[in-house]
């Protein structure tokens, strides 16, 4: 019998919310990505990002993209976020 220990793949999201601001992580096997979020209580005023351990060296920058999401109106829907920027045109792991 095979050992299936060595293919478990582990993925940890974790949100935190503190009056206004939001911190989101998501780890696993590949990567680890930090973003911070700012809003005055209806709109995101500031996003910003870390990657603390990425696969390629195009990972860091491609937070960037993030930044049009600043201005937009904030939702209960975790879907609102496609309709402000074109999930394409970002990193997944930033994305989600």
């Known amino acids: 019998m095979p050992d299936t220990v ?3 793949y582990r993925r940890h999201i974790r949100l ?3 009056g206004r601001q939001v911190a989101g992580e998501l780890a696993d096997d590949a990567q680890h990505f930090r ?3 700012r809003h005055d209580g209806t709109r995101v005023i500031s996003i910003d ?3 603390v351990r990425h696969p390629w060296s195009t990972c860091a920058e491609a937070r960037e993209p993030l930044r ?3 201005g937009m109106r904030l939702s209960r829907r975790c879907t609102a976020v496609g309709e402000v920027s074109n999930a394409r045109h970002h990193c997944t792991h930033w994305f989600d």
């Open 6 to 8: 060595d293919r478990i």
């Open 16 to 18: 935190d919310a503190h």
């Open 35 to 37: 973003v911070r979020l």
């Open 49 to 51: 990002g870390e990657a």
């Open 68 to 70: 049009e999401l600043e």
